[in-house]
């Protein structure tokens, strides 16, 4: 991922000509993190686990960015997120910077209370290296608002009495009562979906009818799924790490996510859908394809087989380089990740807000604004598409970093 990231980046600084010295800050990292911690196991040995967390650049505001707990967690993994996260919330108009990071860790071979001393140990060992004005980490792939919970409990404790509200805010994604933002859950989901919607309506159409596939039934695949069904689209397969599943017929969206939730959001066993080879899904026809698992899934070796009308990024660097050339040879558009996902970060920047300031916000009060913002995103981006002629990503990425830079030229270069 952090070649493609790489690539993009340079093909985005050569089009609109990136300030030479501009381009050199923002080809690297800020800062790289990599903790080594212990933790005692429910049997009473310990384990030494390794954490890291990114910190790409942070010209518009504090860093902002994501913790995943996964094997494939690493420096670079962590880096590509970090620079993407950057790109992200500029183009969100957000007064943030980009950082990532997580542990490198399979959750499901450890209990729950393994999963808390986890995470408490790795907030700790990270210490001042966040903060709610400094970097502001957020759920990403297998964390949750419990993980936040257990993040923004451990990192308020090592302050005084009278500082613990102050920092109430250094993580977003917290569960409701421990002042999380009603409506994060959906956000991302609901920003995938926005986009789609938002694409069809400027091409005249409307969502029902469509068909869908979706890679990926966690937070984000149920949500955008969730409000597409609503709007008439039809759900026909899904894939994630232990089943794919087809009904030309339609899936029914809820009936799949009751089944998942007891089996730790597994697909695999839903009686109302027939399983097929997992090589087939990315051949499966279908309007819109929602890669919305984790990156480098769309590649040379199946973009040629795609038969969707629409991409739409629901994960972080789902396609390759390759994987996208051929696609748009073919004509099939991508709505890039750092507009398609949005939605995540735009709702933590909320639940930020609502911290920093004491307030309580409604859910239809978050919505409206979500989908106010995500629409005047998005029709900057599609605006960018149709003045430049190019691809979508190319238009976002040219908005992003364009407003990096102008940052960079109003306030120049310390010293």
Known sequence: MFKTVQNQFNKTADLIDLNPNIRKILAITNNE????????????????FTGYRVQHNNALGPYKGGLRYHPTVDVDAAKALAMWMTWKTSLAGLPYGGAKGGIQIDPRNYSLSELERITRRFTYALGENI????????????????????IADTYM????????????????????????????????????FLCIKLYFEALGETLNGKTFNVQGFG????????????EGAKLLSVQDAHATIFNSEGIDVESLFEHSKPRKGSIE??????????????????????????GNQITEDNAYKIQAKLIAEGANGPTN????SILLERGIPIIPDILCNSGGVIGS?????????????????????????????????????????????????????????????QRGIFP
């Open 157 to 192: 404790s090592t302050k005084s009495t009278s500082e613990r509200s102050q920092n109430q805010h250094v993580v977003t994604g917290k569960p409701v009562g421990s002042g999380g933002l009603e409506g994060r859950d959906r956000a991302t989901g609901f920003g995938v």
């Open 219 to 230: 937070n984000v695949g149920y949500w955008a799924s969730h409000f597409l069904v609503q």
């Open 269 to 294: 066993g839903f009686s109302e859908a027939k399983e097929i080879d997992p090589e087939e899904f990315f051949g499966l026809a279908c309007d819109i394809l929602i890669p919305a698992a984790l």
């Open 321 to 324: 380089d390759e994987g996208e």
């Open 131 to 150: 903060g709610p004005e400094h970097d502001i980490p957020a759920p990403d792939v297998n964390t949750n608002a419990q993980t936040m919970a257990w």
């Open 33 to 48: 993190l990599i903790v080594h911690f212990p933790v005692k196991m429910d049997n009473g040995k310990v384990e030494i």
């Open 349 to 409: 920047y909320f639940e930020w807000l609502q911290n920093r300031n004491g307030e309580l916000w409604q859910l239809d009060e978050v919505m409206e604004k979500l989908e106010k913002k995500i629409t005047q995103v998005f029709k900057n981006v599609a605006a960018e598409v149709d003045q430049r002629q190019v691809d979508w990503r190319t238009a976002a990425y040219i908005i992003a970093i364009a407003r990096i830079e102008m940052a960079y030229v």
